[in-house]
């Protein structure tokens, strides 16, 4: 990583600030899927998935510490990352233990790869191409080659695991998808209220205007998102 063409003094204070609060949420939030990942391969494995998927998956938990360091270190460069609160014990949601141990399976995998990492691509992507500092294009070039994997991860298990599970199973699997999406709709909200970002590169918070990041989170939840998962029989509601 270019770490050292990055100079925080060009910047303003305003920039600085909203730089690290972003910076800072993103290694939050990098480290929080690596809990989820982590998840994700021991339930895979009591639900006797193939090997080959599971052994696909143990790879991500290593791609999200990976990316908590890059963003932690970018809040660093900028002045230090600012405060989080949270609890440790809800740093994650396991699944309902009365579910058999593929439905276990299939609710973390659909909540966390078919929701969260397949609509996290198209986001990345298009930060990823606005970045115009070096530094930053980089960072988010790295977690773009890795989560691309990710983003497609979570349908794959789905069209192994799908033949085995019923209608009743699939309404399951839509209401946990709906589960996680509510979240993320929330936050659509919040930023549409939201006052208007500084125009500057080191701006980071998806290294989009507000108004290019939810044109783009909008097509791509239904793209990415709802379309994959009415294909296979799960049938979660559209809607902003």
Not at 31 to 53: F, G, I, K, Y
Not at 76 to 101: A, C, Q, Y
Not at 194 to 200: L, T, Y
């Amino acid at each position: 990583m270019p770490w050292g063409s990055f100079d925080p003094d060009l910047y303003d204070d305003e920039v600085r600030l909203a730089a690290r609060i972003a910076w800072t949420r993103a290694a939050f939030q990098e480290h929080r899927t690596a809990a989820a990942t982590s998840l994700s391969v021991r339930v895979m494995v009591e639900a006797r998935t193939p090997l080959d998927l599971i052994a696909q998956a143990t790879r991500f938990p290593l791609d999200e510490l990976v990316h908590v360091e890059l963003c932690a270190r970018m809040a660093e460069l900028l002045g230090g990352g600012t405060e989080i609160l949270h609890k440790p014990d809800e740093l994650i949601r396991d699944p309902d233990p009365h579910l058999s141990p593929l439905m276990r399976a299939a609710d973390v995998v659909v909540r966390l790869y078919c929701v969260g990492e397949a609509l996290s691509i198209p986001l990345l992507q298009a930060a990823w191409h606005a970045a115009k500092h070096p530094l930053p294009k980089a960072i988010l070039g790295t977690i773009v080659h890795d989560e691309a994997a990710h983003g497609t991860y979570g349908f794959a298990f789905l069209d192994w695991a799908l033949p085995q599970l019923g209608a009743t199973d699939r309404a399951v699997l839509a209401d946990a998808a709906e589960r996680a999406m509510a979240p993320i709709r929330a936050l659509w909200r919040e930023i549409e209220g939201a006052s208007p970002q500084p125009d500057s590169e080191a701006h980071p918070l998806g290294w989009l205007r507000s108004e290019a990041y939810l044109e783009t989170a909008h097509a791509s939840l239904r793209r990415n998102v709802v379309d994959p998962l009415r294909a296979r029989g799960i049938d979660v509601v559209w809607r902003i």
